[in-house]
């Protein structure tokens, strides 16, 4: 436990009002810790990925920052999610804990730092959507082609629903011509 002041900021960010937009700057000027939890349902990019849309995804985020104005995000997420296998279609749960490390310069040195992003880049300054933060990190933790344990899958090893990634050195090893 820290101290009492972090508790109280906890309880208030655990009830049903999260923030909806936070601004990272000024969370970390005042060396400020959100936690809480997200429903997945309010996810709507991973929700094409999930076959159960109950449950929720557990964060906690701490901003601070250093001497360049760079404001640091650290902390961790964690979540259960059910997909899709990617061999028999079957529900995979799986279990996801990692940790958040993101930069957030104050100004539009973000943008070029992630250059290649898909999406403009976020500043530390201005508001940032809270659930789409966390949802970016849990895409970025999810695994390409999510798939049972071979020994719990329904269907065998060969017989992938999607071949996206199949390396061709997988369909010799589990090419069995007396099966068919
Ligand atoms: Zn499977």
Redesign the pocket.
């Known amino acids: 436990m820290t101290g009492e002041g972090g508790a109280a900021t906890l309880a208030r960010l655990m009830k049903p009002g999260l923030p909806q937009y936070i601004e990272p700057l000024r969370l970390a000027e005042s060396g400020e810790t959100i936690s809480g939890s997200l429903q997945l349902r309010a996810l709507q990019r991973l929700g094409r990925w999930l076959r159960e849309r109950d449950g929720v995804v557990e964060f906690r985020l701490e901003f601070s920052k250093d001497d360049r104005g760079v404001v640091r995000v650290k902390g961790q997420f964690s979540t259960e999610l059910t997909v899709a296998?990617?061999?028999?279609?079957?529900p995979?749960v799986l279990r996801i804990a990692q940790p958040i490390e993101v930069d957030l310069a104050a100004d539009t040195i973000a943008v070029d730092e992630h250059g290649a992003g898909d999406e403009p880049g976020e500043t530390a300054d201005g508001p940032v959507h809270l659930a789409s933060f966390i949802e970016d990190e849990v895409l970025l933790g999810m695994p390409m082609a999510p798939?049972?344990d071979p020994a719990?899958?329904?269907?065998p090893a060969g017989t992938e629903a999607s071949s996206a990634r199949v390396s061709p050195f997988a369909v010799l090893k589990d090419y069995h011509p007396e099966k068919s």
């Open positions: 296998c990617q061999r028999c279609l079957e995979l798939r049972h719990r899958c329904p269907k």
